[in-house]
């Protein structure tokens, strides 16, 4: 027996002397021990509370009964739904291709002044909270939106010519909002990657541009199209809060339905049985993205990113640029602007006990009214409380993400993973509503096998009403991003560096500490600020596991929302301009700091 398989036996023996159990012949390396905090948080929080939907939607009151789930199945309001799901999803999807395929090869073919910026534009609406986007589309295009008040100054109307709000454009346009980065980005990506030198050959036989892009470009292009693809309609087809805030009470995915069933209807069987219809299609859908993300491989001779890009130089190269640009701010920048300028324009203020609005055309009466309890009312929690819970939680869950990110991501590295690796992306393809169902009811159903343990039950019981719930389900949410972003800098490193420092004497602390750490800088920083990012805007899950208490800065503006009047709509906007300027700082960061290697978003 070598020294090394002796080391690992007797490495066994001490996990099953500790656990109590008698364990001689089960070896655990090191790496295999790192996984075991991810592992145990992926079972604890993700793989119970689903167990517990299961056993909420099949098993009700102990015994095995089908019928509820038949009924919900067979209703034709489920089908409804089902079929508005699918509907949505798909035209959805296809106006994100048609923008983003152009855009993408714009950006990844020619460098321009200000590029990095406008691909950080591109990027921010992928981590921006549902609320702020329903609010900046509703500064544009609502009822009391500039484009809507302009046309009545105009037009001498008095009602709004647009009907924007509780339409199926509205969710079609901000789900393209939302996903258009991931085509930039996948899409974009593998096409910087190409070598030109395909694309020159087909020239050199006689092909023109549209033979050269059908038969060379598409097809090298087709995985990263495909993977694009499937990841966008995943998304769109979990679609919450763009549903619920700008498609209104007509429409209603599956998402959308759980929740309401969850927390309005109080149904918790039916809740349970669409989260596992959800699931079920959502995982089919990570399947095939998992096969579709392995087969984007750089072809051969592929270059680096910086490589590909290039001034234009023809007018019509520098119009094409002009005009992409131009779309990608009216679709993207123009309302983002437009909230920030809504948030800052009286339009009608009225305080109470005001009969006059503030003179001027800008006015930060709006930011002042979130310090000011106008209620007077003891339970209110003050606006600039949320900021606060928001930034609280976002720090809590970054350190708990790159915590169990970098372990998971130390396991998995430079190893088949091909169980693994899916088992824990899991949580990135599950809603984030059907995420803090499980929560609530795993916490409120403990299995019966605990009961000869009182005080976990009570630990659980405590956890279920405790600030801390947030913090894993933000973590189960970001966690998956920081493994991907940590995965490809951790395979990247050269292991003689390690080796090296191990053979002048310095122990595996110190290697990490004084070698791997700085190497790794760029990527731990752009793995913090994204998890810090995706914790600020969450809203699926935080809406139902968050304590009406310690509101986040999503709930605080979706609050506002719910409620009528110029006062509140003002308030909703000012804190949605709060919370993009800290998302956009973040994404800025992520641009400046983020791992230079190939790779994808």
């Known amino acids: 027996m070598g020294a090394t398989e002796g080391g690992r036996q007797a490495h066994g023996r001490r996990w099953g002397s500790v656990l109590g159990i008698g364990l001689p012949r089960i070896s655990l390396s090191p ?25 909420v939607s099949l098993a009700p009151g102990g015994r095995w009964a089908f019928e509820a789930v038949r009924g919900v199945l067979g209703s034709p309001a489920f089908h409804r739904v089902l079929f508005f799901t699918v509907g949505q999803a798909t035209l ?15 950006l990844a073919r020619y460098r321009f002044p200000g590029r990095s910026l406008w691909q950080a534009m591109a990027t921010l609406p992928f981590v921006l909270p549902t609320v702020v986007v329903a609010a900046a589309f509703t500064a544009l295009l609502g009822p009391r939106g500039w484009i809507n008040l302009l046309l009545m100054r105009w037009l001498g109307r008095e009602d709004p010519p647009i009907v924007f709000v ?8 901000a789900h393209v909002f939302y996903n ?7 899409v974009g990506n593998a096409w910087a990657h190409l070598n030109p030198a395909f694309e020159w050959a087909a020239h050199t036989l006689g092909a023109d541009r549209w033979q050269t892009w059908r038969r060379v470009t598409l097809p090298l292009l087709a995985p990263a199209i495909l993977a694009a693809t499937a990841l966008v309609f995943l998304f769109d087809f979990t679609s919450f809060g763009v549903v619920l805030l700008l498609g209104g009470p007509r429409y209603a995915t599956l998402e959308v339905e759980i929740y309401r069933q969850a927390t309005g209807l109080f149904n918790l069987p039916a809740a349970a049985t669409l989260s596992l219809v959800q699931l079920a299609l959502t995982f089919g859908m990570l399947w095939v993205y998992t096969r579709l993300q392995a ?41 983002l602007l437009a909230l920030v300028l809504r948030s800052v324009t009286p339009m009608g203020l009225h305080r109470p006990g005001e009969g006059a609005s503030p003179s001027g055309w800008i006015t930060l009466a709006y930011y002042r009214e979130l310090w000011i309890n106008r209620r007077g009312a003891i339970t209110y929690v003050a606006p600039i409380e949320a900021v606060r819970n928001s930034l ?4 809590a869950t970054m350190v708990l993400a790159l915590l169990v990110g970098l372990l998971a991501a130390y396991g998995m590295a430079g190893r088949r993973r091909r169980w693994l690796d899916p088992l824990l992306m899991l949580p990135l393809s599950t809603s984030a509503v059907t995420l803090g169902f499980g929560m609530l009811v795993g916490l409120s159903r403990p299995p019966g096998v605990l009961q000869a343990w009182p005080g976990l039950i009570q630990a659980m019981a405590a956890l279920r009403t405790s600030p801390v719930l947030v913090v894993i389900a933000h973590t189960l949410i970001a966690y998956p991003f920081v493994v991907r972003i940590l995965l490809p800098a951790l395979e990247g490193l050269d292991p003689r560096w390690r080796e090296a420092a191990m053979t002048l004497g310095a122990s595996p602390w110190r290697v990490w500490w004084h070698v791997e750490a700085p190497l790794l800088g760029r990527a731990l920083l752009t793995a913090a600020l994204f998890a810090f990012c995706v914790s600020l805007g969450e809203f699926g899950a935080t809406a139902l596991v968050a ?16 409620q009528p009047g110029e006062l509140n709509l003002g308030q909703a906007m000012a804190m949605s301009t709060l919370l993009l300027l800290l998302t956009f700082l973040g994404i800025l960061l992520i641009e400046r700091f983020r791992y230079r290697g190939i790779g994808s978003f």
């Open 180 to 186: 258009l980065t991931l085509v930039l980005r996948i």
């Open 92 to 106: 959805s999807t296809l106006v994100t291709l048609a923008l983003g395929l152009p855009l993408a090869g714009l």
């Open 547 to 562: 304590r009406p208490t310690m509101p986040t800065m999503p709930l605080a503006i979706a609050r506002f929302f719910s």
């Open 295 to 335: 087969r984007r491989t750089v072809p051969v001779g592929g270059q680096p990113e910086w490589a590909a890009a290039r001034p234009p130089r023809s007018w019509p190269e520098r119009l094409a640029v002009a005009a992409g640009l131009g779309l990608l701010f009216l679709w993207i920048g123009l309302p």
């Open 31 to 55: 790496r295999d021990a790192l996984l075991l905090g991810p592992l145990a948080f992926f079972v604890a929080f993700y793989l119970y509370p689903l167990l517990a939907i299961l056993s």
């Open 166 to 173: 509780d339409t199926l454009a509205a969710i079609v346009v």
């Open 392 to 395: 609280l939680f976002a720090a």
